[in-house]
Protein backbone atom coordinates (compact mmCIF):
# COMPACT_ATOMS: atom_id res chain seq x y z
CA UNK A 1 0.00 0.00 0.00
CA UNK A 2 1.53 3.64 -0.75
CA UNK A 3 2.49 5.37 2.30
CA UNK A 4 0.09 8.30 2.08
CA UNK A 5 -2.83 5.85 1.89
CA UNK A 6 -1.54 3.90 4.58
CA UNK A 7 -0.94 6.81 7.00
CA UNK A 8 -4.49 7.98 6.18
CA UNK A 9 -6.01 4.40 6.61
CA UNK A 10 -7.50 4.63 10.04
CA UNK A 11 -8.07 8.51 9.95
CA UNK A 12 -11.89 9.20 11.11
CA UNK A 13 -13.70 12.44 8.63
CA UNK A 14 -14.34 14.88 11.52
CA UNK A 15 -12.15 17.85 12.51
CA UNK A 16 -9.89 16.78 15.26
CA UNK A 17 -11.18 19.64 17.18
CA UNK A 18 -14.73 18.36 17.56
CA UNK A 19 -13.74 14.93 18.66
CA UNK A 20 -12.83 16.07 22.28
CA UNK A 21 -14.88 14.52 25.21
CA UNK A 22 -16.06 18.09 26.72
CA UNK A 23 -18.16 18.55 23.79
CA UNK A 24 -21.58 20.27 24.90
CA UNK A 25 -24.94 18.91 24.57
CA UNK A 26 -26.49 20.04 21.35
CA UNK A 27 -29.24 22.16 22.54
CA UNK A 28 -33.13 21.58 21.27
CA UNK A 29 -34.23 23.29 18.37
CA UNK A 30 -37.08 26.17 18.60
CA UNK A 31 -40.49 24.20 18.07
CA UNK A 32 -42.57 27.27 18.94
CA UNK A 33 -43.16 31.08 17.73
CA UNK A 34 -40.68 33.07 20.32
CA UNK A 35 -40.02 37.10 20.26
CA UNK A 36 -36.60 38.94 20.66
CA UNK A 37 -34.98 42.32 20.40
CA UNK A 38 -32.07 40.39 18.36
CA UNK A 39 -31.89 37.47 16.61
CA UNK A 40 -28.50 35.91 15.28
CA UNK A 41 -28.15 33.91 12.59
CA UNK A 42 -25.51 31.64 12.69
CA UNK A 43 -23.36 30.11 15.93
CA UNK A 44 -19.97 30.42 14.69
CA UNK A 45 -17.52 32.88 16.14
CA UNK A 46 -19.28 36.10 14.41
CA UNK A 47 -22.30 35.16 15.98
CA UNK A 48 -20.91 34.08 19.38
CA UNK A 49 -18.89 37.62 19.72
CA UNK A 50 -21.62 39.49 18.21
CA UNK A 51 -23.94 37.95 21.41
CA UNK A 52 -21.12 38.31 23.71
CA UNK A 53 -20.01 41.64 22.70
CA UNK A 54 -23.63 43.23 23.10
CA UNK A 55 -24.41 41.95 26.30
CA UNK A 56 -21.23 43.52 27.72
CA UNK A 57 -23.03 46.75 26.22
CA UNK A 58 -26.54 46.17 26.89
CA UNK A 59 -27.00 43.68 29.55
CA UNK A 60 -30.68 43.79 29.61
CA UNK A 61 -30.19 42.59 25.69
CA UNK A 62 -33.01 39.82 24.73
CA UNK A 63 -30.98 38.07 22.34
CA UNK A 64 -31.72 34.63 20.52
CA UNK A 65 -29.43 32.77 18.81
CA UNK A 66 -30.20 30.26 16.05
CA UNK A 67 -28.20 27.50 14.36
CA UNK A 68 -28.35 25.47 11.76
CA UNK A 69 -26.96 22.29 13.02
CA UNK A 70 -24.72 23.08 16.39
CA UNK A 71 -22.08 25.57 17.44
CA UNK A 72 -18.75 25.11 16.25
CA UNK A 73 -20.26 23.28 13.50
CA UNK A 74 -19.00 25.31 10.58
CA UNK A 75 -15.64 27.19 9.62
CA UNK A 76 -15.19 28.16 13.33
CA UNK A 77 -15.18 24.60 14.26
CA UNK A 78 -12.95 23.51 11.79
CA UNK A 79 -10.11 26.23 11.25
CA UNK A 80 -6.22 25.79 11.47
CA UNK A 81 -6.57 27.92 14.59
CA UNK A 82 -3.88 30.16 13.34
CA UNK A 83 -4.49 33.38 15.70
CA UNK A 84 -3.50 36.43 13.70
CA UNK A 85 -4.33 40.13 14.65
CA UNK A 86 -4.80 41.33 10.67
CA UNK A 87 -8.67 42.34 9.90
CA UNK A 88 -7.78 42.13 5.77
CA UNK A 89 -5.55 39.56 5.48
CA UNK A 90 -2.15 41.72 5.08
CA UNK A 91 -0.70 45.06 5.24
CA UNK A 92 -1.06 45.46 1.73
CA UNK A 93 -4.28 44.10 1.00
CA UNK A 94 -5.56 46.97 3.50
CA UNK A 95 -3.48 49.12 1.23
CA UNK A 96 -4.60 47.85 -1.81
CA UNK A 97 -8.39 47.65 -1.38
CA UNK A 98 -8.62 50.76 1.26
CA UNK A 99 -6.28 53.27 0.53
CA UNK A 100 -4.73 55.27 3.31
CA UNK A 101 -6.29 53.26 6.09
CA UNK A 102 -3.47 50.40 5.86
CA UNK A 103 -2.17 51.58 9.95
CA UNK A 104 -5.42 52.34 11.13
CA UNK A 105 -6.91 48.82 10.62
CA UNK A 106 -3.56 47.36 11.86
CA UNK A 107 -4.06 49.24 15.21
CA UNK A 108 -7.37 48.20 15.40
CA UNK A 109 -6.69 44.25 14.87
CA UNK A 110 -3.97 44.46 17.36
CA UNK A 111 -6.69 46.07 19.84
CA UNK A 112 -9.17 43.62 18.79
CA UNK A 113 -6.83 40.78 19.49
CA UNK A 114 -5.95 42.40 22.78
CA UNK A 115 -9.40 42.88 23.42
CA UNK A 116 -10.18 39.24 22.37
CA UNK A 117 -7.37 37.30 24.60
CA UNK A 118 -8.28 39.80 27.63
CA UNK A 119 -12.17 38.22 27.06
CA UNK A 120 -10.72 34.75 27.27
CA UNK A 121 -9.05 35.51 30.85
CA UNK A 122 -12.07 37.46 31.83
CA UNK A 123 -14.71 34.52 31.36
CA UNK A 124 -12.22 31.82 31.91
CA UNK A 125 -12.64 30.53 28.35
CA UNK A 126 -9.98 28.01 28.17
CA UNK A 127 -9.61 27.80 24.45
CA UNK A 128 -5.28 26.13 24.38
CA UNK A 129 -4.84 29.51 23.39
CA UNK A 130 -0.65 30.36 22.99
CA UNK A 131 1.09 33.15 22.32
CA UNK A 132 3.53 31.86 19.91
CA UNK A 133 3.93 34.12 16.94
CA UNK A 134 3.35 33.11 13.33
CA UNK A 135 6.74 31.75 11.46
CA UNK A 136 6.44 32.33 7.62
CA UNK A 137 9.50 30.09 6.01
CA UNK A 138 10.99 30.44 2.54
CA UNK A 139 11.47 27.19 0.77
CA UNK A 140 13.36 27.95 -2.43
CA UNK A 141 16.02 30.72 -3.34
CA UNK A 142 12.85 33.27 -5.06
CA UNK A 143 11.28 32.69 -1.53
CA UNK A 144 13.81 33.59 0.61
CA UNK A 145 14.44 36.91 -1.71
CA UNK A 146 10.56 38.01 -1.49
CA UNK A 147 10.29 36.90 2.49
CA UNK A 148 13.74 38.61 2.95
CA UNK A 149 11.96 42.02 1.42
CA UNK A 150 9.02 41.48 3.77
CA UNK A 151 11.11 41.29 6.30
CA UNK A 152 12.80 44.23 5.77
CA UNK A 153 9.20 46.49 5.06
CA UNK A 154 7.96 45.80 8.29
CA UNK A 155 11.12 45.92 9.91
CA UNK A 156 11.22 49.25 8.88
CA UNK A 157 7.68 50.04 9.95
CA UNK A 158 8.80 48.76 13.09
CA UNK A 159 6.81 45.50 13.67
CA UNK A 160 8.76 43.19 15.77
CA UNK A 161 9.80 40.62 13.11
CA UNK A 162 13.23 38.02 13.44
CA UNK A 163 14.83 37.13 10.67
CA UNK A 164 16.44 33.19 10.82
CA UNK A 165 18.64 31.75 8.23
CA UNK A 166 18.81 28.24 7.61
CA UNK A 167 20.30 26.91 10.43
CA UNK A 168 18.45 29.00 12.80
CA UNK A 169 14.70 28.41 11.31
CA UNK A 170 15.73 24.58 11.40
CA UNK A 171 16.52 24.94 15.50
CA UNK A 172 12.92 26.31 15.59
CA UNK A 173 11.05 24.12 13.24
CA UNK A 174 13.51 20.97 11.63
CA UNK A 175 12.33 21.06 7.71
CA UNK A 176 15.20 20.15 5.56
CA UNK A 177 12.89 21.58 3.21
CA UNK A 178 13.68 25.36 5.05
CA UNK A 179 16.13 27.72 3.70
CA UNK A 180 14.80 30.81 6.01
CA UNK A 181 12.02 32.35 8.36
CA UNK A 182 10.60 35.20 9.54
CA UNK A 183 8.89 35.25 13.26
CA UNK A 184 6.31 37.53 13.04
CA UNK A 185 5.77 38.33 16.84
CA UNK A 186 3.30 41.09 18.14
CA UNK A 187 2.78 39.64 21.66
CA UNK A 188 -0.59 38.66 21.29
CA UNK A 189 -0.69 36.22 17.57
CA UNK A 190 -0.74 32.77 18.43
CA UNK A 191 -2.95 29.71 18.58
CA UNK A 192 -5.88 28.52 19.44
CA UNK A 193 -7.81 25.35 19.75
CA UNK A 194 -11.27 26.72 17.62
CA UNK A 195 -13.66 24.41 18.57
CA UNK A 196 -12.92 24.96 22.51
CA UNK A 197 -13.46 28.50 21.55
CA UNK A 198 -16.34 28.55 20.36
CA UNK A 199 -18.12 26.13 22.91
CA UNK A 200 -16.40 28.18 25.66
CA UNK A 201 -18.29 31.18 23.94
CA UNK A 202 -21.23 29.43 23.71
CA UNK A 203 -21.30 28.81 27.55
CA UNK A 204 -20.71 32.46 28.34
CA UNK A 205 -23.23 33.74 26.54
CA UNK A 206 -25.93 31.12 27.82
CA UNK A 207 -24.96 32.71 31.20
CA UNK A 208 -25.43 36.01 30.29
CA UNK A 209 -28.73 35.19 28.90
CA UNK A 210 -28.38 35.03 25.82
CA UNK A 211 -31.18 31.67 24.51
CA UNK A 212 -29.66 29.37 21.72
CA UNK A 213 -31.39 27.15 19.88
CA UNK A 214 -29.36 24.70 17.94
CA UNK A 215 -30.77 22.34 14.65
CA UNK A 216 -32.94 25.32 13.59
CA UNK A 217 -32.10 26.78 10.35
CA UNK A 218 -33.57 29.69 9.37
CA UNK A 219 -35.18 29.66 5.75
CA UNK A 220 -36.70 33.16 5.25
CA UNK A 221 -36.92 36.45 6.16
CA UNK A 222 -39.72 39.44 5.72
CA UNK A 223 -40.01 42.57 6.74
CA UNK A 224 -42.78 44.23 9.05
CA UNK A 225 -43.96 47.33 9.38
CA UNK A 226 -42.42 47.26 13.06
CA UNK A 227 -39.54 44.92 12.75
CA UNK A 228 -38.78 41.85 10.94
CA UNK A 229 -39.87 37.90 11.04
CA UNK A 230 -37.60 35.26 10.31
CA UNK A 231 -39.08 31.67 9.63
CA UNK A 232 -37.78 28.57 10.56
CA UNK A 233 -38.63 25.15 10.03
CA UNK A 234 -41.33 24.80 12.63
CA UNK A 235 -41.50 28.54 14.18
CA UNK A 236 -41.02 32.04 13.40
CA UNK A 237 -39.52 34.70 15.46
CA UNK A 238 -40.26 38.17 15.80
CA UNK A 239 -37.69 40.51 16.28
CA UNK A 240 -36.28 44.18 16.10
CA UNK A 241 -33.85 43.40 14.30
CA UNK A 242 -31.58 40.74 12.43
CA UNK A 243 -27.36 39.82 12.36
CA UNK A 244 -26.61 37.13 9.63
CA UNK A 245 -23.80 35.54 10.90
CA UNK A 246 -23.90 32.57 7.93
CA UNK A 247 -20.49 33.44 6.51
CA UNK A 248 -20.08 30.81 3.14
CA UNK A 249 -23.08 28.72 3.55
CA UNK A 250 -25.88 29.79 1.46
CA UNK A 251 -28.46 32.66 3.15
CA UNK A 252 -31.88 34.05 2.10
CA UNK A 253 -30.78 37.69 1.52
CA UNK A 254 -29.35 37.96 -2.50
CA UNK A 255 -26.64 40.62 -1.29
CA UNK A 256 -24.97 38.61 1.11
CA UNK A 257 -25.04 35.13 -1.58
CA UNK A 258 -23.51 37.77 -3.94
CA UNK A 259 -20.70 39.09 -2.23
CA UNK A 260 -18.85 35.98 -0.87
CA UNK A 261 -18.28 32.40 -2.49
CA UNK A 262 -17.32 28.92 -0.75
CA UNK A 263 -13.87 28.03 -1.37
CA UNK A 264 -13.18 24.48 -0.05
CA UNK A 265 -10.20 23.69 2.60
CA UNK A 266 -9.21 20.33 3.14
CA UNK A 267 -7.08 19.46 6.47
CA UNK A 268 -5.17 16.85 8.55
CA UNK A 269 -4.01 15.91 11.61
CA UNK A 270 -1.41 13.17 13.01
CA UNK A 271 -1.79 11.11 16.25
CA UNK A 272 0.24 12.76 19.10
CA UNK A 273 4.00 12.64 18.88
CA UNK A 274 6.52 10.70 20.58
CA UNK A 275 9.19 12.45 22.35
CA UNK A 276 11.61 10.88 19.74
CA UNK A 277 9.20 12.43 17.15
CA UNK A 278 9.18 15.26 18.60
CA UNK A 279 12.65 15.55 19.30
CA UNK A 280 12.92 15.01 15.32
CA UNK A 281 11.14 18.30 14.67
CA UNK A 282 12.47 20.32 17.35
CA UNK A 283 8.91 22.29 17.45
CA UNK A 284 7.93 21.66 20.53
CA UNK A 285 10.11 24.24 22.10
CA UNK A 286 8.58 27.30 20.18
CA UNK A 287 5.36 25.98 18.31
CA UNK A 288 5.06 28.73 16.13
CA UNK A 289 2.17 28.46 13.71
CA UNK A 290 4.04 27.77 10.56
CA UNK A 291 2.77 28.94 7.25
CA UNK A 292 5.12 28.66 3.81
CA UNK A 293 5.87 31.48 1.99
CA UNK A 294 3.91 31.51 -1.58
CA UNK A 295 0.39 32.08 -2.84
CA UNK A 296 -0.63 28.69 -2.25
CA UNK A 297 0.20 28.46 1.00
CA UNK A 298 -0.21 25.41 3.77
CA UNK A 299 -0.54 26.64 7.32
CA UNK A 300 0.23 24.10 10.75
CA UNK A 301 0.71 24.03 13.94
CA UNK A 302 1.40 22.01 17.18
CA UNK A 303 -1.89 21.21 19.03
CA UNK A 304 -1.84 21.15 23.00
CA UNK A 305 -1.48 17.61 22.98
CA UNK A 306 1.68 17.10 20.75
CA UNK A 307 0.01 16.55 17.35
CA UNK A 308 0.05 18.25 13.90
CA UNK A 309 -2.70 19.62 12.29
CA UNK A 310 -1.97 20.86 9.14
CA UNK A 311 -4.17 22.10 6.06
CA UNK A 312 -4.17 24.42 2.17
CA UNK A 313 -2.08 23.99 -0.06
CA UNK A 314 -2.80 23.76 -4.09
CA UNK A 315 -6.17 21.85 -3.19
CA UNK A 316 -8.17 24.60 -2.00
CA UNK A 317 -11.31 24.26 -4.33
CA UNK A 318 -14.20 26.27 -5.81
CA UNK A 319 -16.80 23.83 -7.40
CA UNK A 320 -19.21 25.28 -10.05
CA UNK A 321 -22.11 26.85 -8.53
CA UNK A 322 -20.91 27.69 -5.09
CA UNK A 323 -21.09 23.58 -3.29
CA UNK A 324 -21.30 23.70 0.28
CA UNK A 325 -22.99 20.19 0.07
CA UNK A 326 -21.50 16.99 1.60
CA UNK A 327 -20.75 15.61 -1.88
CA UNK A 328 -17.53 17.48 -2.40
CA UNK A 329 -16.46 17.52 1.67
CA UNK A 330 -15.00 13.94 1.92
CA UNK A 331 -12.35 13.90 -0.73
CA UNK A 332 -9.28 11.29 -1.01
CA UNK A 333 -7.12 12.51 -3.32
CA UNK A 334 -7.08 16.34 -1.63
CA UNK A 335 -6.45 14.12 1.92
CA UNK A 336 -3.70 12.23 -0.27
CA UNK A 337 -1.99 14.76 -1.45
CA UNK A 338 -2.18 17.08 1.66
CA UNK A 339 -0.27 13.73 3.22
CA UNK A 340 2.28 13.28 0.49
CA UNK A 341 3.18 18.09 0.70
CA UNK A 342 3.54 16.79 4.96
CA UNK A 343 5.84 13.84 4.43
CA UNK A 344 7.95 16.03 1.80
CA UNK A 345 8.27 18.90 4.64
CA UNK A 346 8.97 16.48 7.31
CA UNK A 347 10.40 12.66 6.11
CA UNK A 348 11.49 12.11 9.78
CA UNK A 349 8.33 11.46 10.77
CA UNK A 350 7.28 8.88 8.13
CA UNK A 351 5.44 5.71 9.88
CA UNK A 352 3.19 8.34 11.75
CA UNK A 353 -0.64 8.12 11.51
CA UNK A 354 -3.12 10.72 10.50
CA UNK A 355 -6.34 10.20 13.09
CA UNK A 356 -8.25 13.23 11.41
CA UNK A 357 -9.12 14.28 7.90
CA UNK A 358 -11.78 17.04 7.32
CA UNK A 359 -12.82 20.07 5.37
CA UNK A 360 -14.71 23.16 5.24
CA UNK A 361 -15.78 26.33 3.63
CA UNK A 362 -14.20 29.31 3.29
CA UNK A 363 -16.06 32.17 2.61
CA UNK A 364 -13.88 34.51 0.02
CA UNK A 365 -14.99 38.01 -0.88
CA UNK A 366 -13.57 39.84 -3.58
CA UNK A 367 -11.66 42.04 -1.38
CA UNK A 368 -10.35 39.03 0.58
CA UNK A 369 -10.99 40.18 3.74
CA UNK A 370 -15.00 40.68 5.65
CA UNK A 371 -17.89 41.97 4.64
CA UNK A 372 -20.58 43.93 6.35
CA UNK A 373 -23.55 45.46 4.97
CA UNK A 374 -27.03 46.22 6.14
CA UNK A 375 -30.63 46.30 5.00
CA UNK A 376 -33.87 47.04 5.79
CA UNK A 377 -33.76 50.33 6.74
CA UNK A 378 -31.20 49.29 9.43
CA UNK A 379 -32.71 46.52 11.04
CA UNK A 380 -30.78 43.38 9.31
CA UNK A 381 -26.95 43.93 9.09
CA UNK A 382 -24.49 40.79 8.52
CA UNK A 383 -20.55 40.00 8.63
CA UNK A 384 -19.51 37.68 6.31
CA UNK A 385 -16.69 36.89 4.07
CA UNK A 386 -13.13 36.60 6.03
CA UNK A 387 -11.50 34.77 3.21
CA UNK A 388 -9.83 32.29 5.34
CA UNK A 389 -8.48 34.36 8.18
CA UNK A 390 -11.16 35.13 10.95
CA UNK A 391 -9.70 33.35 14.04
CA UNK A 392 -9.61 36.88 15.95
CA UNK A 393 -11.41 39.58 12.97
CA UNK A 394 -14.38 37.86 13.46
CA UNK A 395 -14.48 39.40 17.11
CA UNK A 396 -13.86 42.71 15.08
CA UNK A 397 -16.57 41.76 12.13
CA UNK A 398 -18.82 41.24 15.50
CA UNK A 399 -18.78 44.48 16.46
CA UNK A 400 -19.33 46.21 12.69
CA UNK A 401 -22.59 44.09 12.59
CA UNK A 402 -24.27 45.27 16.05
CA UNK A 403 -22.87 48.81 15.64
CA UNK A 404 -24.11 49.14 12.25
CA UNK A 405 -27.73 47.98 14.01
CA UNK A 406 -27.31 51.08 16.41
CA UNK A 407 -25.51 49.58 19.41
CA UNK A 408 -23.45 51.84 20.36
CA UNK A 409 -22.41 53.07 17.10
CA UNK A 410 -18.23 54.59 16.92
CA UNK A 411 -16.40 55.96 14.44
CA UNK A 412 -15.23 52.51 12.94
CA UNK A 413 -18.40 53.06 10.76
CA UNK A 414 -16.71 55.99 9.08
CA UNK A 415 -13.77 53.59 7.61
CA UNK A 416 -13.92 52.44 4.15
CA UNK A 417 -13.19 49.02 5.14
CA UNK A 418 -16.88 49.14 6.61
CA UNK A 419 -17.95 51.85 3.95
CA UNK A 420 -16.75 50.95 0.48
CA UNK A 421 -19.40 48.83 -1.25
CA UNK A 422 -18.08 45.51 -2.22
CA UNK A 423 -18.08 44.34 -5.60
CA UNK A 424 -20.00 41.06 -5.95
CA UNK A 425 -18.79 37.54 -7.96
CA UNK A 426 -20.10 37.42 -11.15
CA UNK A 427 -22.53 34.80 -11.90
CA UNK A 428 -22.36 31.26 -13.01
CA UNK A 429 -20.24 30.36 -15.28
CA UNK A 430 -17.91 33.45 -15.04
CA UNK A 431 -17.43 32.93 -11.12
CA UNK A 432 -15.72 29.72 -11.86
CA UNK A 433 -13.85 30.44 -14.68
CA UNK A 434 -12.43 33.15 -12.89
CA UNK A 435 -11.95 31.23 -9.63
CA UNK A 436 -10.47 28.67 -11.38
CA UNK A 437 -7.67 30.46 -13.92
CA UNK A 438 -6.70 32.08 -11.17
CA UNK A 439 -6.24 29.44 -8.80
CA UNK A 440 -3.71 27.81 -11.88
CA UNK A 441 -2.13 31.07 -12.20
CA UNK A 442 -1.45 31.47 -8.20
CA UNK A 443 -0.01 27.99 -8.40
CA UNK A 444 2.05 28.62 -11.99
CA UNK A 445 3.27 31.74 -10.33
CA UNK A 446 4.50 29.72 -6.92
CA UNK A 447 5.98 27.32 -9.34
CA UNK A 448 8.04 30.51 -11.35
CA UNK A 449 9.39 31.86 -8.43
CA UNK A 450 6.56 34.34 -7.43
CA UNK A 451 7.00 35.87 -10.97
CA UNK A 452 2.95 36.85 -11.82
CA UNK A 453 1.82 36.05 -15.42
CA UNK A 454 -0.76 38.09 -17.60
CA UNK A 455 -3.74 36.49 -15.88
CA UNK A 456 -2.76 38.02 -12.47
CA UNK A 457 -0.92 41.00 -13.70
CA UNK A 458 -4.90 42.31 -15.09
CA UNK A 459 -6.51 41.56 -11.85
CA UNK A 460 -3.80 42.96 -9.95
CA UNK A 461 -4.60 46.42 -12.37
CA UNK A 462 -8.29 46.05 -11.76
CA UNK A 463 -7.37 45.95 -7.88
CA UNK A 464 -8.92 42.67 -7.83
CA UNK A 465 -5.64 40.64 -6.99
CA UNK A 466 -4.71 39.09 -3.99
CA UNK A 467 -2.18 41.62 -3.00
CA UNK A 468 -0.39 39.68 -0.38
C1 LIG B 1 -10.50 24.67 6.89
C2 LIG B 1 -10.44 26.11 7.37
C3 LIG B 1 -9.26 26.56 7.96
C4 LIG B 1 -9.19 27.89 8.42
N1 LIG B 1 -8.07 28.26 9.12
C5 LIG B 1 -8.04 29.49 9.68
C6 LIG B 1 -6.96 29.86 10.52
O1 LIG B 1 -6.05 29.05 10.81
N2 LIG B 1 -6.94 31.13 11.02
C7 LIG B 1 -7.93 32.01 10.76
O2 LIG B 1 -7.86 33.17 11.22
N3 LIG B 1 -9.03 31.67 10.03
C8 LIG B 1 -9.10 30.43 9.50
N4 LIG B 1 -10.21 30.05 8.80
C9 LIG B 1 -11.33 31.01 8.66
C10 LIG B 1 -12.18 31.08 9.94
O3 LIG B 1 -12.41 29.79 10.41
C11 LIG B 1 -13.51 31.77 9.60
O4 LIG B 1 -13.25 33.03 9.04
C12 LIG B 1 -14.40 31.96 10.81
O5 LIG B 1 -14.52 30.78 11.55
C13 LIG B 1 -15.77 32.44 10.35
O6 LIG B 1 -16.66 32.41 11.42
P1 LIG B 1 -18.20 32.69 11.17
O7 LIG B 1 -18.88 32.64 12.47
O8 LIG B 1 -18.35 33.93 10.38
O9 LIG B 1 -18.66 31.50 10.22
P2 LIG B 1 -18.97 29.94 10.57
O10 LIG B 1 -18.09 29.43 11.63
O11 LIG B 1 -18.96 29.22 9.26
O12 LIG B 1 -20.41 30.00 11.16
C14 LIG B 1 -21.56 30.17 10.40
C15 LIG B 1 -22.63 29.36 11.08
O13 LIG B 1 -23.89 29.71 10.53
C16 LIG B 1 -24.68 28.55 10.50
N5 LIG B 1 -25.73 28.78 9.49
C17 LIG B 1 -25.55 28.92 8.16
N6 LIG B 1 -26.74 29.15 7.54
C18 LIG B 1 -27.67 29.16 8.53
C19 LIG B 1 -29.08 29.35 8.53
N7 LIG B 1 -29.76 29.56 7.40
N8 LIG B 1 -29.73 29.29 9.71
C20 LIG B 1 -29.05 29.08 10.88
N9 LIG B 1 -27.73 28.91 10.92
C21 LIG B 1 -27.03 28.94 9.76
C22 LIG B 1 -23.71 27.45 10.12
O14 LIG B 1 -24.20 26.18 10.47
C23 LIG B 1 -22.47 27.87 10.87
O15 LIG B 1 -22.35 27.22 12.13
C24 LIG B 1 -10.31 28.76 8.28
C25 LIG B 1 -11.48 28.29 7.68
C26 LIG B 1 -11.56 26.99 7.23
C27 LIG B 1 -12.83 26.49 6.63
Redesign the pocket.
Known amino acids: MEFKVEALKDSKYMPLWHDASNKPETLPALDKDAKCELLI????????WAALQLKERKPDADIIM????F??????????????SLLAHTANNSEYHFPGEKDRIEELGFINSKEFVATLEKYDIDAHYEQVGNLRVATDQDQVKDLKATYEKLKAHGDNVKWFNQEEVRERVNSETYLAGMLEDNGVDGLVD?AQLAWGLKKTILSLGVKIYEG????KIKDTDNGMLAFCENAKIECDKILM????????MSQIRKSIIPVW???IATEPLNQEQLDSINWGKYRHGVVNNINMFH?YRMTHDNRISW?GGGHVMYYFGGRTDQGVADDQNRFETSCQEFFETFPQLKGVKFTHRW?????SSTRFCMVPGVAHRGKVAW??G?T???????RF?ARIGIELLGYEPSNILDLMFVKKKVLNWPPEPLAWIGVTLTRHAMARADRNGGRKGLWLKMLDYFNLGFAC
Do not use: K
Request: proline share 7%; no cysteine.
Open positions: VGGGFTGLIEATVGYGASGRNGGMFEPTPLSATNAFPNPDYAYGSGIIAAVYGLGVAATG
